[in-house]
């Protein structure tokens, strides 16, 4: 059972959204981003964005890449990365830099990768002074893996929400030692948009529909969470 630290239950608001094709729920990803980022630097003069890992945020991200957006304006950060060296395909910083990143002029400075190579402890350390500073997250994507998992949080472990960047042991997928932004952190956020495609989410999706506690429910902003879903039957 998933054990909650540091933070009173809160119930998930969440607004569900399905969509025909793939191409369809990219588009509607990108305009939701493009949207915010918007509001964001019309309203406070800057975005800041947590991107997610997987094959569908990478569509996305491919789609921005070709975007005319006003890049000196946006922050990246990233929900969470895996512990290996910087340029293994693994990544997902390197993912997010080879598809989208790379290709616009957002300001080095502002690009905040996990420095996962150092190690899930000293990573966490740094990742977590890294966000000291920074206000509320203006968008979090997030994406669902077939057991519930959201960023590195998995099912059946201790939720750490002692930082805003944790260090994470013992994933039950590979490679074991994980750095997640936290539970806590990641509720911290105006808006928060999951990406859940492909058939094999059907279980995870049934479960957070029938209100059983799974760590995609353990996201709780205040505005809610909106649940873009391709190939699953909601």
Same mark, same amino acid.
């Given at each position: 059972?998933?054990? #909650?630290?540091?933070?009173?239950?809160? @119930?998930?608001? *969440?607004?569900? =959204?399905?969509?025909?094709?793939?191409?369809?729920?990219?588009?509607?990803?990108?305009?939701?981003?493009?949207?915010?980022?918007?509001?964001?630097?019309?309203?406070?003069?800057?975005?800041?964005?947590?991107?997610?890992?997987?094959?569908?945020?990478?569509? $996305?991200?491919?789609?921005?890449?070709? +975007?005319? %957006?006003?890049?000196?304006?946006?922050?990246?950060? =990233?929900?969470?990365?895996?512990?290996?060296?910087? #340029?293994? $395909?693994?990544?997902?910083?390197?993912?997010?830099?080879?598809?989208?990143?790379?290709?616009?002029?957002?300001?080095?400075?502002?690009?905040?990768?996990?420095?996962?190579?150092?190690? #899930? +402890?000293?990573? %966490?350390?740094?990742?977590?002074?890294?966000?000291?500073?920074?206000?509320?997250?203006?968008?979090?994507?997030?994406?669902?893996?077939?057991?519930?998992?959201?960023?590195?949080?998995?099912?059946?472990?201790?939720?750490?929400?002692?930082?805003?960047?944790?260090?994470?042991?013992?994933?039950?997928?590979?490679?074991?030692?994980?750095?997640?932004?936290?539970?806590?952190?990641? *509720?911290?956020?105006?808006?928060?948009?999951? &990406?859940?495609?492909?058939?094999? @989410?059907?279980?995870?999706?049934?479960?957070?529909? #029938?209100?059983? *506690? !799974?760590?995609?429910? &353990? !996201?709780?902003?205040?505005?809610? $969470?909106? +649940?873009?879903?391709?190939?699953?039957?909601?």
């Amino acid at each position: 059972m998933m054990q #909650n630290t540091n933070q009173e239950n809160t @119930k998930q608001i *969440s607004r569900w =959204h399905t969509f025909q094709t793939q191409d369809e729920i990219n588009q509607a990803a990108l305009n939701r981003i493009l949207a915010a980022a918007q509001q964001a630097i019309s309203e406070r003069g800057s975005f800041s964005i947590v991107l997610a890992g997987g094959s569908t945020p990478k569509s $996305v991200y491919a789609l921005l890449k070709d +975007v005319d %957006a006003d890049w000196s304006k946006w922050h990246i950060f =990233h929900n969470d990365d895996r512990c290996l060296p910087v #340029n293994d $395909v693994e990544r997902n910083s390197l993912m997010a830099r080879t598809a989208w990143l790379d290709h616009v002029a957002i300001p080095a400075y502002q690009i905040h990768d996990i420095p996962a190579e150092l190690g #899930n +402890v000293e990573g %966490a350390k740094a990742y977590a002074n890294t966000l000291a500073g920074v206000p509320i997250f203006d968008l979090v994507l997030l994406g669902l893996g077939e057991d519930g998992h959201t960023a590195s949080l998995f099912p059946g472990q201790l939720v750490d929400n002692s930082a805003d960047a944790v260090p994470v042991f013992d994933a039950p997928k590979p490679p074991a030692n994980r750095i997640t932004i936290s539970q806590q952190r990641l *509720s911290n956020a105006r808006e928060v948009l999951f &990406l859940v495609t492909g058939a094999g @989410k059907q279980d995870a999706v049934n479960d957070w529909r #029938n209100g059983v *506690s !799974i760590p995609a429910t &353990l !996201i709780t902003p205040k505005n809610g $969470v909106d +649940v873009y879903c391709y190939g699953v039957n909601i």
